[in-house]
C-alpha cells in the first residue's frame, strides 16, 4: 500500500512538472528503498540461513541462541552481539560451524543494510551501486 502510494506521488509530480523521464521518476526506487529494501533485503539473508539449516541445528539455534530481543533487533537493523553474549556461545564450542555461518550471515545483513542506506539518488550511479549489492547477495 505505501509503495502505491510513492508510486502516484512519484507519478503525480512527474505528470505536474511535464516530466516522465526516467530521472523524475527515480525518485520511487528511492524513497522505496529506503523505506522497505533497507529492511526487506537483509532480511533475504536470513531466509537462506534458515532454510539451508537442518531441523537439530534450528532447533539449538532457537533453544539456546536466539531471544526475542534478537529478533526485534533483525527488523530494527540492531542485531548486534555483546561480548558478554560472544563469551557465552562459545560455549558451545562443538557449535561452532554453525555460530559461523550465523555470523557469516549477520556480517552479509549488516553489509547490505549499509549498502541500501547508501542508495543512489539518481539512475546514473544505479549500475555501480548494483554490482555491490549483487556481490554481496552472491
Known amino acids: 500500500m505505501t509503495a502505491g502510494y510513492y508510486a502516484g506521488t512519484t507519478a503525480a509530480q512527474a505528470v505536474k512538472n ?6 523524475r521518476m527515480w525518485q520511487y526506487n528511492y524513497d522505496f528503498a529506503a523505506k ?20 537439530e541445528e534450528l532447533a539449538f539455534l532457537m533453544e539456546k541462541v536466539v531471544t526475542s530481543k534478537d529478533l526485534e533487533g533483525l527488523e530494527t537493523g540492531d542485531a ?16 561452532l560451524p554453525l ?18 542506506e547508501q542508495y543512489p539518488q539518481t539512475p546514473d550511479r544505479f549500475s555501480a551501486w548494483e554490482k555491490e549489492l549483487n556481490s554481496c547477495l552472491g
Open 99 to 116: 555460530l559461523f555461518r550465523v555470523y557469516e550471515a549477520f556480517k552479509r545483513m549488516d553489509k547490505i543494510r549499509a549498502l541500501y
Open 18 to 23: 511535464n516530466d516522465v523521464s526516467v530521472k
Open 80 to 95: 548486534a552481539i555483546s561480548w558478554k553474549r560472544a563469551i557465552r556461545l562459545l560455549t558451545h564450542w562443538r557449535r
Open 36 to 55: 522497505y529494501g533497507v529492511i526487506i533485503t537483509p532480511l533475504q539473508v536470513l531466509k537462506e540461513l534458515l532454510l539451508s539449516l537442518s531441523g
